[in-house]
């Protein structure tokens, strides 16, 4: 019997590189149409974002105005946490205008389909679940930042006479921040999302990371407002990189040395929190029970 | 033949937690929770030879889907041994995942707010199916299931005849070795699953894939497997071809009778006294026999009763899947005892 053995067993296979290069650019392609055809549900978005630059435009101009009354000038009042009234503006402008753009709902997503069973047949593709949705993410990215971003941009920009940064460059490092900050929020919401193969319900963990993120992260808030314990705290955590690295980046807080070093610990973040979700996604894996059956 | 899939004493538990009742039994669980064990596979074994298509079949809760997930390598088992041509599902998961196909009937695998043929380019590119065979796949596909009406309708929009033959094609486009279906043709019309199960017939014929089914309609069994593997609480209590299960139980059919003037079982049996039926007994307008075809043809019995009283109706059946199961279930418990 000639040719049992190769009737039997199955061909070894590995994708190529470039075709696992083709096949998650395309996750990227596809992730941007699915969104596009979804994007009238962002043009409230831009309302809503935009309410709450307003609030806290008359929020910190009123702070600002009751400094100036209490100590009589500009002089010596003009500074709170380290920041001018001016920047304070640009620092929420800033900082939501990057939510908008790193925002996605890893967490929601693969949670559910942990929960409802769905999670089988991404199991039984070849491919790792992990790089599908961060790619998937970055195409959602892409067009929020088209759809979504660009619109608050052109919005609130005028509106609130927001000021670039001291120095052209940093544009682009702010943008490339920011695109750090979507793999480290992306790889701590496929992290939360991990927490369903190991408990029953996680929607309380996932409310209660929705207001814990916008502190953590420094979107409600420069961590300059806070006491010294709390900065030092957060300073070790991976949170920063997500608003407050970025946006001081923009206003020019960060220069020469210092700047790259906050570029670098956020690539650390990044690689550290993807290797940490490829061990968790390995050993949850192993002992998953799907629903049903 | 050396078997494709080699099964050896597969053995999945569950950890279930047992619940106390009341909110002092809420309390008391939340710091002692009773654990219990659910063997929900018991030492399943058993070989699939390359081109075999198998019925792999038991009641809700049997273990049907347990092994099927164990099987393409969702889950890992508590014990036991699991190869599919060399590999070990659970542990090779990439490399195995690229040579088998699955369906489950009651999800899609496909992208819910694309055009169909959007996944289907998405699944060349996961596959790397190179263009030669996929035109080649995909022309398959069509002159079998006429995908091509609906390949730019979004997934959503599809019905679920339409869904699942697009989930059958996304399932083969690789050219799979081995082909994973459970429940393919739940809910579907009379029509969807002939075309389901005339498709499978094809593909098998065609391609030489292997396939394991689960199911609860008969007629997939019937039309498409020879072998049929039953499993109840999580044992193999039946591995054969489908004909000696069939001899097995009998064979037996159900006839219903409804009549125009009240009958008396007792009757019933009289006019049928010298053929093996056996009547329930009741009186009325209503009657039920059962009979099995090796003794004795539907239309014998048939012919003396429609001669002997005045019928309005009648009907014959089969018995479901889950009957034949508890019946060699049945004959198990009895044989142990």
Excluded at chain 1, 287 to 293: A, E, P, S
Excluded at chain 2, 128 to 143: H, I, K, L, P, S
Excluded at chain 2, 202 to 218: A, F, N, S
Aim: aromatic residues 10%; neutral net charge; charged residues 20%.
């Amino acid at each position: 019997m000639t040719g049992v053995t190769s009737v039997a067993s199955l061909t070894p296979w590995h994708r190529s590189v470039l075709g696992t290069v083709v096949l998650y650019l395309h996750f990227v392609r596809l992730a941007f149409l699915k969104f596009l055809a979804y994007r009238l549900r962002y043009y409230t978005g831009v309302v809503s974002y935009t309410i709450f630059v307003t609030g806290h435009y008359y929020l910190y101009g009123a702070l600002f105005a009751s400094r100036v009354v209490e100590h009589g000038s500009m002089e010596g009042g003009n500074l709170i946490g380290g920041l001018t009234l001016t920047e304070m503006i640009t620092y929420v402008a800033v900082s939501w205008i990057g939510r908008s753009f790193y925002f996605n709902n890893i967490h929601r997503d693969l949670s559910s389909m942990i929960e409802e069973g769905g999670i089988s047949l991404q199991l039984i593709k070849p491919y790792h679940v992990q790089d599908v949705m961060m790619f998937e993410a970055v195409g959602e990215s892409g067009f929020r930042l088209v759809m979504f971003s660009l619109p608050i941009m052109v919005v609130v920009v005028p509106l609130f006479d927001i000021s670039g940064p001291p120095d052209s460059m940093l544009y682009l490092w702010t943008f490339l921040s920011f695109c750090l900050a979507l793999v480290i929020y992306s790889q701590i919401n496929f992290l939360l999302g991990c927490l369903a193969f190991h408990m029953k319900n996680i929607q309380g963990v996932l409310r209660a990371k929705m207001v814990a993120f916008d502190f953590l992260t420094g979107v409600i808030l420069p961590f300059t407002f806070f006491p010294e314990w709390f900065q030092t705290i957060v300073a070790w955590l991976p949170f920063q990189g997500i608003s407050y690295v970025p946006v001081t980046i923009y206003l020019g807080k960060r220069a020469g040395s210092d700047l790259v070093w906050a570029l670098l610990i956020q690539l650390a973040w990044s690689v550290g929190l993807y290797l940490a979700g490829r061990l968790v996604w390995f050993i949850s894996v192993r002992r998953v029970t799907v629903q049903g059956g | 033949m050396e078997p494709i899939i080699q099964v050896r004493d597969l053995t999945r538990d569950y950890k279930l937690i047992r619940k106390r009742e009341g909110v002092k039994g809420g309390l008391i669980d939340l710091f002692r929770p009773r654990r219990k064990i659910l063997r929900a596979v018991d030492q399943v074994s058993f070989d699939i030879q390359p081109g075999e298509m198998v019925g792999y079949i038991g009641a809700n809760g049997a273990g049907k889907s347990t092994t099927i997930k164990m099987l393409t390598g969702i889950l890992t088992p508590t014990s036991g041994q699991v190869t599919v041509g060399g590999l070990v599902p659970w542990r090779q998961r990439q490399q195995y995942t690229r040579n088998i196909g699955a369906v489950f009937g009651q999800r899609t695998q496909l992208w819910w707010d694309l055009a169909v043929v959007e996944s289907f380019g998405l699944l060349k590119k996961i596959y790397e199916v190179d263009d030669d065979a996929y035109r080649r796949q995909m022309g398959t596909f069509n002159d079998l299931l006429g995908i091509d009406e609906f390949l730019h309708q979004p997934v959503r929009k599809l019905s679920l005849g339409q869904r699942m033959r697009c989930d059958l094609a996304a399932a083969l486009l690789h050219e799979p070795r081995v082909l994973f279906l459970d429940e393919p043709t739940i809910g579907l019309d009379v029509v969807g699953k002939e075309n389901v199960r005339k498709f499978l017939h094809e593909i098998r014929d065609q391609q030489g894939v292997t396939v394991i089914l689960t199911t609860h309609d008969l007629g997939d069994i019937e039309k498409l497997c020879r072998r049929v593997i039953i499993i109840d609480k999580g044992k193999v209590h039946f591995d054969g071809e489908l004909d000696t299960l069939r001899n097995r139980t009998g064979n037996p059919v159900r006839l219903t009778l409804e009549l125009r003037e009240p009958v008396s079982s007792a009757t019933l049996k009289e006019m049928t006294g010298n053929l093996p039926v056996s009547w329930q007994a009741g009186e009325g307008l209503r009657h039920q026999g059962e009979f099995h075809r090796r003794e004795v043809t539907g239309a014998e019995v048939i012919k003396v009763i429609v001669n002997a009283c005045k019928v309005s109706e009648l009907h014959l059946a089969e018995p479901a899947i889950e009957e034949i199961v508890a019946r060699i279930y049945r004959d198990v418990q009895e044989g142990e005892s």
